[in-house]
């Protein structure tokens, strides 16, 4: 039994179902949108000026670089990772948690493999999974902003902010893994990716209105800011230190718990 080709088979539509709706709003976002925002730029300033100062800053709106390709790249990022989050959260939740959800923990590690490689592969597939994602949507960013954003291009910055994704995602999937080794029962996956996800986003919505620099430290969303890859070709260290450090925690505690849990009585 190949677990890492059986895990890639079993989850692979439902990832590529996630991957279509995150680069169909990608694109979306960039060609039907973005030319008319631009042209209306007047109407559109006019609209956003009516409301509330705090309802800019919940939903990502800085009016700084809004009119830009950057600016509105960086805008719609906050709902890329939305899904993403949900995409991975399902894809960690699915591989981790299957056993306890089909009760057949007891069959597979009495099979002649070791936890730690069973973990190992399950690891390797849900990457693999994220990896081809991301491919394609840092290669549908790559081709938009060549088409759309004026010159002089910035191609460095572009793969920077695009690269930003897959790192949150990393740090969700890490989030979705724990929670299904820790859990003692998951009752929905899609469910429970969905609460996984919006619990980033609520907690990015709130750190944009309180503002507060302590609050990005329990932020995901925010560790990587998409913004300053697009404009200035970085990243801020202390939040990417701190999501190094929350996913390889996370992926410890959870590796340490597979491997010695005992299995639950059916």
């Keep these: 039994m190949n677990v890492f080709r059986f895990e890639l088979r079993r989850a692979w ?23 008319a925002f631009l042209d209306s730029r007047a109407g559109v300033e006019a609209m956003l000026g009516s409301f509330p100062p705090a309802f800019a800053a919940a939903f990502g709106l800085e009016m700084d670089n809004l009119f830009s390709f950057g600016g509105f790249y960086t805008f719609g990022f906050l709902y890329y990772s939305l899904f993403g989050a949900i ?20 069959f597979l590690l009495t099979k002649p493999r070791r936890r730690s490689r069973l973990f190992g592969e399950k690891l390797l597939a ?44 990393l740090v969700m999937f890490s989030i979705a893994v724990f929670a299904a080794v820790f859990a003692r029962r998951i009752r929905s996956v899609s469910g429970t990716a969905t609460a996984i996800g919006f619990a980033g ?53 959870s590796y340490w718990k597979y491997t010695r849990a005992d299995i639950p009585a059916l």
Aim: glycine fraction near 8%.
């Design 13 to 35: 539509v439902g990832a590529a179902v996630w991957t279509l709706v995150i680069l169909g709003l990608l694109g979306g976002l960039i060609i039907g949108a973005l030319p």
């Design 87 to 106: 995409l991975v959260a399902g894809i960690g939740l699915d591989l981790f948690s299957r056993e306890k959800r089909e009760k057949c923990m007891d």
């Design 126 to 169: 849900a990457l693999t999974l994220m990896f081809c994602s991301n491919a394609l949507f840092v290669a549908e960013s790559l081709a938009l902003y060549r088409a759309y954003a004026p010159a002089p291009l910035q191609m460095g910055y572009a793969l920077l902010a695009a690269v930003s994704l897959f790192f949150t995602e």
């Design 201 to 253: 986003f609520l907690l990015s919505a709130l750190h944009s209105l309180l503002e507060e620099a302590a609050l990005r430290y329990i932020t995901p969303y925010q560790y990587f800011d998409v913004g300053k890859a697009f404009f200035e070709g970085r990243f801020e260290t202390p939040y990417v230190l701190t999501a190094a450090v929350v996913t390889l925690a996370l992926l410890a505690l």
